[in-house]
């Protein structure tokens, strides 16, 4: 079943290994199918190591298991509420890796100090509330969802596809799974610039016709960067 998206989520899942965002067990990524809805992502700690394409765990909307052997990532919840919550996002990664968790753990949004930022997110990169106890407690993985979504304020989940979940790490989204790999290996990047760019004085954000300008020239109607297809 889904037996090509189960290559790309693990493929996915393997490249974030090959860019130093995850050690250990930490981090996964999910794809959905546009056809059925169904969602397939990385099994809960499992080592890259070992892990294989046939590990990866197929769930419906509901977070019931459909096929795998293992059981799904923890997080599993989480992504499922954004997908249901932002129909045009394919792929969810959830790293800890350094620079961005960072930025998460301070509770501070990254601001878009120059245009490699402009480049991959339309504005800051917001960092979510912190949880109240009470939602920790209960159904805390689903409310990570919910303050991910409250963050965004409305925006388009695709101009800032990365929040900052408060005290956590990066939650990262895109049109598939290796294009959300591809945003949380800019996010990582971008994060780590933004500390080096305040520790050296700078805190003002970049003008906004240049945020503007770089954006819209990757991502906007007249885009005009790469070969034209």
Request: aromatic residues 8%.
């Amino acid at each position: 079943m889904l037996e090509k998206l189960k290559k790309e989520v693990f493929e996915a899942n393997m490249e974030l290994v090959s860019h130093g965002l995850v050690i250990h067990t930490w981090g996964n990524v999910s794809g959905r199918d546009p056809g059925t809805g169904l969602v397939v992502i990385k099994p809960s700690g499992v080592s890259y190591v070992t892990m294989k394409q046939e590990d990866m765990v197929v769930l419906d909307c509901d977070g019931n298991k459909v096929e795998g052997q293992f059981r799904p990532s923890t997080d599993a919840p989480t992504h499922l509420y954004l997908y249901r919550a932002f129909s045009g996002i394919m792929g969810i990664v959830h790293t800890h890796s350094t620079y961005a968790t960072a930025w998460a753990q301070s509770g501070r949004a990254i601001p878009p100090l120059g245009t490699t930022h402009a480049d991959h997110f339309y504005g800051e990169v917001p960092c979510s509330r912190l949880l109240t106890d009470a939602e920790t407690e209960n159904d805390y993985e689903i409310n990570t969802g919910r303050v991910i979504e409250e963050a965004l304020a409305g925006a388009d989940p695709l101009h800032i596809p990365s929040v900052l979940v408060n005290g956590h790490g990066p939650f990262c989204w895109g049109a598939d799974a290796s294009n959300a790999v591809y945003n949380a290996v800019a996010l990582e990047e971008i994060a780590k610039m933004a500390l080096f760019t305040l520790l050296l004085g700078r805190e003002e954000p970049v003008k906004k016709s240049l945020l503007d300008k770089h954006f819209n020239r990757k991502h906007g109607s007249g885009a005009y960067y790469g070969q034209s297809k």
